[in-house]
């Protein structure tokens, strides 16, 4: 891979990067193979800055949620996207997730608010509780969102999973085990068939969304709990 001209003296330049970086795992995905930055300027400007969350989208802009909030690498410029860009995000908040749907909207979420916000395909933002309406899913209700491998979402309350099928433009909803708390909860979906997986604390819930079926196992003691 090119690192660019201006680090050319500095052979190991993405290890030494990785040493001194906060999240070293990070930057073990950025040179996994999957990119070739040539301006590694770009690479300097997050330099120090706490990396949670990292997403290429359907454009090939690369984004990274930071804890001094949201950049965007267009190949060639690093831009923050702040208070005066039309994203009209908060840069002295942390952005912890970063998700794609299937109409190329982007989910995001910061530490300390309680609600989403979402960019649409033009990466403007919209209202989040608006969209979710439109498509058939809970407005109203705190929730736990997550986007699958497909671009589905996935909307899980303490009462009710919505699950929103772009391929289908269709909204299905579920009944859950009862959940205590959203807050506290871990979710997982694999395969096209919809398996979801919910940690609530100890309890591993499994939803086989072919048969509409639940079924419970309890972690040992010595696994990690999120509660």
Request: charged share 20%; glycine share 8%.
């Amino acid at each position: 891979q090119s690192y660019g001209t201006p680090l050319q003296e500095q052979e190991d330049w993405p290890a030494q990067w990785a040493k001194a970086h906060v999240q070293p795992l990070m930057v073990q995905l950025l040179w996994a193979g999957a990119y070739s930055f040539h301006h590694p300027g770009m690479m300097r400007q997050l330099y120090g800055h706490a990396v949670y969350s990292m997403l290429e989208d359907y454009q090939g802009y690369l984004w990274f949620g930071t804890g001094n909030g949201l950049y965007r690498y267009d190949g060639y410029d690093l831009l923050l996207l702040d208070e005066t860009s039309p994203a009209h995000l908060a840069s002295d908040q942390a952005v912890n997730m970063l998700q794609e749907d299937g109409a190329h909207y982007i989910w995001i979420s910061q530490f300390g608010l309680s609600e989403h916000l979402l960019l649409d395909e033009r990466r403007q933002r919209v209202e989040a509780r608006q969209y979710l309406r439109s498509l058939g899913m809970e407005a109203d209700k705190e929730y736990y969102l997550h986007v699958d491998t497909e671009g589905n979402l996935w909307q899980v309350m303490t009462d009710t999973v919505a699950f929103y099928d772009f391929s289908t433009h269709s909204c299905r909803r579920y009944a859950t085990p009862g959940f205590h708390t959203v807050n506290n909860l871990r979710i997982s979906v694999k395969g096209s068939q919809g398996t979801l997986y919910v940690l609530d604390g100890k309890l591993l819930w499994t939803f086989h969304q072919q048969y509409d079926a639940w079924e419970q196992e309890e972690l040992s003691l010595n696994a990690p709990s999120f509660s």
